[in-house]
């Protein structure tokens, strides 16, 4: 109690910001307390990584949507080819029913004015198109791959009782660090999984309980703790919104909740932009 009494102190001791003009106006002086100063920064902070963020997306949001408009235009020359393709071909047969090889002849001129068909130029259109075509299936395969890969959503419906970051420990009181959020549910409520991805972990893990982790590619893991039981093993394949637990109350708990990780390159996140969508 005396400590929290002196931290609240402390927060709250008045501190003076001095302003001297530069002009011979006389000065002033600002009186703030530690802690509003602290907030202050904090919020600037915030808001310049929120800034950034929305910045980097439109960024990768314009860069995608040229490359779209791109295949677009390929789109546009595969279908311009297969109508010359068309057309040839209607031309060779309307002279090929002609029946005889001096009707042929005498009636190839007929069609030359309607464009001459350059068959190798024509071989090399549809070679590059082809080339074109197998590039925007990759490049759409590999843009669903991290669409999948990359966890969304919530892995069960309910309300955030412990956030991400700081906080008081609940089980053994003290301040510690959370490195993900808990979700409060009934027991028994399906935990589902955020992301496609292979199960890595699913068996008793000490303090978390029974515990399931996914990998799912791309640098990002998943992991589910404190669930009453498990009904996925390790190695099983499993797609977003698979039902993988049911959540519990094991290991250190106090009530029925589902913890919720998320790791990308070996570290844990936040897991809330990912939930809202934002990541």
Same mark, same amino acid.
């Given at each position: 109690?005396?400590?929290?009494?002196?931290?609240?102190?402390?927060?709250?001791?008045? #501190?003076?910001?001095?302003?001297?003009?530069?002009?011979?106006?006389?000065?002033?002086?600002? %009186?703030?307390?530690?802690?509003?100063?602290?907030?202050?920064?904090?919020?600037?902070?915030?808001? *310049?990584?929120?800034?950034?963020?929305?910045?980097?997306?439109?960024?990768?949001?314009?860069?995608?949507?040229?490359?779209?408009?791109?295949?677009?235009?390929?789109?546009? @020359?595969?279908?311009?080819?297969?109508?010359?393709?068309?057309?040839?071909?209607?031309?060779?047969?309307?002279?090929? &029913?002609?029946?005889?090889?001096?009707?042929?002849? @005498?009636?190839?001129?007929?069609?030359?004015?309607?464009? &001459?068909?350059?068959?190798?130029?024509?071989?090399?259109?549809?070679?590059?198109?082809?080339?074109?075509?197998?590039? #925007?299936?990759?490049?759409?395969?590999?843009?669903?791959?991290?669409?999948?890969?990359?966890?969304?959503?919530?892995?069960?419906?309910?309300?955030?009782?412990?956030?991400?970051?700081? %906080?008081?420990?609940?089980?053994?009181?003290?301040?510690?660090?959370?490195?993900?959020?808990?979700?409060?549910?009934?027991?028994?409520?399906?935990?589902?999984?955020?992301?496609?991805?292979?199960?890595?972990?699913?068996?008793?893990?000490?303090?978390?309980?029974?515990?399931?982790?996914?990998?799912?590619?791309?640098?990002?893991?998943?992991?589910?703790?404190?669930?009453?039981?498990?009904?996925?093993?390790?190695?099983?394949?499993?797609?977003?919104?698979?039902?993988?637990?049911?959540?519990?109350?094991?290991?250190?708990?106090?009530?029925?909740? *589902?913890?919720?990780?998320?790791?990308?390159?070996?570290?844990?996140?936040?897991?809330?932009?990912?939930?809202?969508?934002?990541?």
């Amino acid at each position: 109690m005396s400590r929290l009494k002196g931290f609240v102190k402390k927060a709250f001791t008045p #501190i003076t910001i001095m302003l001297v003009p530069h002009s011979n106006s006389k000065h002033f002086s600002i %009186r703030l307390p530690s802690i509003g100063i602290v907030l202050s920064v904090a919020f600037w902070l915030i808001g *310049c990584i929120y800034v950034i963020s929305i910045a980097v997306n439109a960024v990768e949001y314009r860069m995608m949507k040229e490359r779209l408009n791109y295949y677009s235009g390929q789109f546009v @020359e595969l279908n311009a080819t297969i109508v010359a393709l068309k057309n040839a071909e209607s031309e060779f047969k309307m002279l090929f &029913s002609l029946g005889t090889r001096e009707r042929v002849l @005498e009636n190839v001129h007929t069609t030359s004015d309607s464009g &001459s068909i350059d068959i190798e130029a024509m071989r090399n259109q549809i070679k590059d198109t082809v080339e074109n075509v197998k590039d #925007i299936k990759e490049y759409l395969k590999e843009q669903k791959d991290i669409y999948m890969a990359t966890p969304k959503g919530w892995p069960v419906t309910g309300r955030i009782t412990s956030p991400y970051g700081i %906080r008081e420990n609940p089980v053994h009181g003290g301040n510690d660090f959370h490195s993900g959020i808990d979700i409060s549910v009934e027991s028994g409520t399906p935990i589902r999984a955020t992301a496609d991805g292979v199960v890595s972990f699913a068996a008793w893990s000490g303090g978390s309980g029974n515990l399931v982790g996914l990998e799912h590619g791309l640098g990002f893991s998943t992991f589910y703790a404190h669930n009453k039981n498990v009904v996925v093993k390790v190695g099983q394949r499993v797609k977003r919104g698979d039902v993988i637990a049911y959540s519990g109350s094991t290991g250190s708990s106090t009530g029925p909740h *589902c913890h919720y990780e998320i790791w990308k390159d070996g570290r844990h996140v936040n897991p809330a932009k990912y939930i809202e969508g934002r990541s």
